[in-house]
């Protein structure tokens, strides 16, 4: 019995369970997990979690669906792997959240033009982007594109 027990920690060690059915399927129980299998299984899940929500929006282009998804995932990674310390020697994994304060008006509306368009944000450099837009749709969308950033520019003047 003794050399069976031995045995079984030796197969544990070698094997590395980096999913639940992975877990499942070799028997392995969750207190034999390491504690980087349980926070990868935690990623997982809640990686998951935020991808099945994308499902509700299916009328998004694929590449804001992918970038959505990619972001979400290190969301969950960056919570999931921060060790936050009372004093010193904690790592702080950052960004966590969609955060405001980091996107620039013209971020939000190269966002926004590119769900609605079939241009790709990363493709684009500097103002090849408005330009593109502008030839790829109307005279209509370049007028409207200016006055909504002389109302932005109004607005966050004062």
Do not use: H
Not at 87 to 94: E, P, Q, T
């Amino acid at each position: 019995m003794l050399i069976l027990s031995t045995l079984q920690v030796t197969l544990r060690t070698v094997q590395w369970c980096s999913s639940k059915s992975e877990q499942t399927d070799w028997g392995i129980a969750d207190s034999d997990l390491t504690t980087v299998e349980k926070k990868i299984q935690e990623v997982q899940k809640k990686s998951y979690d935020s991808m099945f929500q994308l499902l509700n929006n299916y009328n998004y282009k694929d590449y804001v669906l992918d970038s959505n998804a990619a972001m979400s995932s290190t969301f969950a990674f960056n919570e999931v792997f921060s060790e936050p310390a009372f004093i010193g020697g904690g790592s702080d994994l950052y960004p966590k959240s969609w955060e405001l304060k980091n996107f620039s008006y013209d971020a939000m509306l190269r966002l926004v033009m590119a769900n609605n368009s079939d241009l790709k944000v990363a493709e684009q450099s500097g103002n090849d982007f408005y330009i593109k837009l502008i030839y790829n749709s109307s005279l209509f969308t370049g007028i409207m594109l200016l006055l909504w950033m002389l109302l932005a520019s109004m607005y966050f003047r004062s």
